[in-house]
């Protein structure tokens, strides 16, 4: 009986032992995953300013995008009235030209 007892607790100690180091490898692998996820969560606050910044920078970009196409219609605009002024004068001098040719 003694013997059956001894194997008993011998078997009862190798499973115990086996399960000890599979409690050992779990936390060893639950602290390797945590290190990970806090490096990954770095990251992603990381992405998320640059993002962020980015966003900022691109609304800036538009502003003076739409600034600058304002700029440009307004100078078409005063190009155009210079224009618009300098064919009627060329129009009156050649109308004059012609008056002059015609005496």
């Not at 920078?57 to 078409?76: I, R």
């Amino acid at each position: 009986m003694t013997e059956q007892i001894q194997k008993s607790i011998t078997l009862l100690r190798t499973k115990f032992m086996g399960l000890h180091q599979n409690l050992v490898s779990a936390k060893e692998q639950i602290a390797a995953l945590s290190l990970e996820n806090e490096k990954l969560k770095s990251a992603l606050n990381n992405v998320e300013e640059s993002r962020t910044l980015l966003e900022a920078d691109l609304e800036k970009a538009k502003l003076e995008v739409v600034a600058a196409n304002k700029q440009v219609v307004n100078s078409s605009l005063v190009s155009q009235g210079r224009n618009n002024e300098q064919i009627d004068e060329l129009v009156k001098e050649i109308e004059n030209c012609i008056a002059s040719l015609k005496k």
